[in-house]
C-alpha cells in the first residue's frame, strides 16, 4: 500500500465513518465516539486502494516555488524552456531556452511573471476572436484572472474570464478553454447540445480535459 503519512481520527456525534483525504496529504477519518478502533482498522483496510489513489493524486498536485534561478524550467505553450540570464534587452525565448536581461535579476520574479501575463493576454485573445468567427458567435470582453480552479468563465451577459496560466498549457489545450467558453455563448449549461458544440470546433477534447487535469497544478511560475 502506498505510504500515507498522517491518519487523523476525529471522535464526532455521527453514526457513521467518512473518510477524506485533505489537501496536504492527511487522511481524516471521521467516526463515532464510541467506536472500537478496530473496526476503523478494519474501514482503513477495507478502503486502503482508495486512500492510495488519492494519496497519490495529492502528491502528484504538490510543486515546489521556483526559485528563479538558471538553468530552471519553465512552461509556455507546453514546451520546457530552461531559464539564462542573457545580455539582451528583454525576455525572449531561444533554442529552449528563455532568455532572462541580466540587469533586471533583482525583480527577476515580478518580471517574469509580467511577460507570462502578456503573452497570454496576447495570445488567448487571439485564438478567442478567431474562434468566435469561427463558431458564429460574439463576446462582451475578455478579462484575466490567476487561478488554477477555474480556467475560463463566460458570464450571463457573454463576458469571457481565462486564467492567464493558460499560456503554459500546450496550445491545443488552451484553445480547448476558449472554445469551451465561446460554446457556453451560445448555451448556458453542459448539456448534450453544449459538448456537440465544443466537440464540432474539437473532436479531441476530452484529451485536452485530461490534460489539464493531469498537469493544471504544475503550471506555476
Known sequence: ???????????????????????????????????????????????????????????????????????????????????????????????????????????????????????AKEVITRETKKHAEEMDTSFQGITFSDTKSQWGRCTHDNRLQFSWRLIMTPLLVLRYVVVHELAHTKEKNHSMLFWSKVRSVNPSYRQQIKWLKEHGNSLII
Open 1 to 119: 500500500m502506498h505510504d500515507i503519512s498522517i491518519i487523523k481520527i476525529v471522535r464526532a456525534h455521527r453514526k457513521t465513518l467518512s473518510l477524506h483525504v485533505l489537501p496536504d496529504g492527511t487522511i481524516e477519518i471521521k467516526a463515532p465516539y464510541l467506536l472500537p478502533k478496530y473496526f476503523i482498522n478494519q474501514f482503513i483496510q477495507k478502503n486502503s486502494e482508495w486512500i492510495e489513489k488519492r494519496t497519490r493524486l495529492v502528491e502528484q498536485k504538490r510543486v515546489l516555488d521556483k526559485s528563479y534561478t538558471e538553468e530552471e524550467t519553465y512552461l509556455y505553450l507546453g514546451d520546457t524552456y530552461m531559464l539564462a540570464l542573457a545580455d539582451v534587452s528583454e525576455i525572449k525565448l531561444k533554442n529552449n531556452t528563455l532568455l532572462f536581461p541580466k540587469p533586471l535579476k533583482f525583480r527577476i520574479k515580478k518580471e517574469i511573471q509580467s511577460w507570462y501575463i502578456r503573452q
